[in-house]
């Protein structure tokens, strides 16, 4: 893959960013498993099926990072509203997610 450059937001404004457009469930074909994105408080968390939710940190732009580890990077489609999430971890390399309806 190319290299992918990244700019560190000040957290005055990361605060602002819009978490809702985030929000929803998420679908891999890779694992047939659908993982859901929620808003809770002014924070964006993970909640998968028989785990314990998982809050996310907010680094930059659109991407966040578990407590376990996952690096998440949405993708906003033409309406603005996140279409995908790629999830990479230390062994596991932009695994997509799919938005559903």
Request: cysteine-free; aromatic content about 12%; proline content about 0%.
């Given at each position: 893959s190319p290299p992918r450059t990244f700019e560190r937001v000040p957290e005055a404004a990361r605060s602002g960013s819009p978490l809702l457009s985030l929000a929803g469930a998420y679908y891999s074909p890779e694992l047939e498993v659908t993982?859901?994105?929620?808003?809770?408080?002014r924070k964006l968390g993970l909640q998968r099926h028989r785990m314990q939710p998982d809050s996310l940190d907010h680094l930059f732009g659109n991407v966040f990072q578990?407590?376990?580890?996952?690096?998440?990077?949405?993708?906003?489609?033409?309406?603005?509203?996140?279409?995908?999430?790629?999830v990479s971890t230390e062994?596991?390399?932009?695994?997509?997610f799919t938005r559903r309806p």
């Open positions: 993982w859901t994105f929620v808003v809770g408080g578990s407590r376990h580890g996952f690096l998440l990077e949405f993708s906003t489609g033409r309406n603005g509203r996140a279409a995908v999430v790629d062994r596991v390399r932009r695994l997509r």
